[in-house]
């Protein structure tokens, strides 16, 4: 397994941004496929990005889409989180993870590798 750990939450203004980051170590994470995910209080995690391995494409959730951007710097062993335009419904812990599949990347149950959270609080 890998270890991650975030960094770079905080309380933002809506339609502030926030640039989470997640440094890895452990394993060279060019070869796995990494996501963002989050949960809010009494919600399910839920999924918000990922960026494939060895180059492969990003995909993001619908709620994101075109506000959010994954990024992997694959010398830095790390990934990011590049948030704008944030809403409030975006508050949540956001969790880095890591996985070796190829496929389900948006299921929680894919993952086997987790990073402890970092908190995100969006106010009006």
């Known amino acids: 397994q890998v270890q991650l750990v975030e960094s770079g939450g905080g309380l933002v203004q809506a339609g502030g941004s926030l640039m989470l980051s997640c440094a890895a170590s452990?394993?060279?994470?060019?070869?796995?496929?990494m996501a963002w995910f989050r949960q809010a209080p009494g919600k399910e995690r839920e999924f918000v990005a990922v960026t494939r391995r060895n180059g492969g494409p990003t995909s993001y959730a619908d709620s994101v889409k075109g506000r959010f951007a994954i990024l992997r710097d694959n010398a830095k062993n790390a990934v990011y989180l590049q948030m704008n335009s944030l809403k409030l419904e975006d508050t949540a812990v956001y969790y880095c993870?890591?996985?070796?599949?190829?496929?389900?990347?948006?299921?929680?149950?894919?993952?086997?590798?987790w990073g402890q959270g970092t908190q995100v609080t969006v106010s009006s």
């Open positions: 993870a890591a996985t070796l599949s190829t496929y389900y990347y948006t299921r929680v149950s894919q993952y086997d590798s």
């Open positions: 452990g394993r060279t994470l060019s070869t796995y496929a």
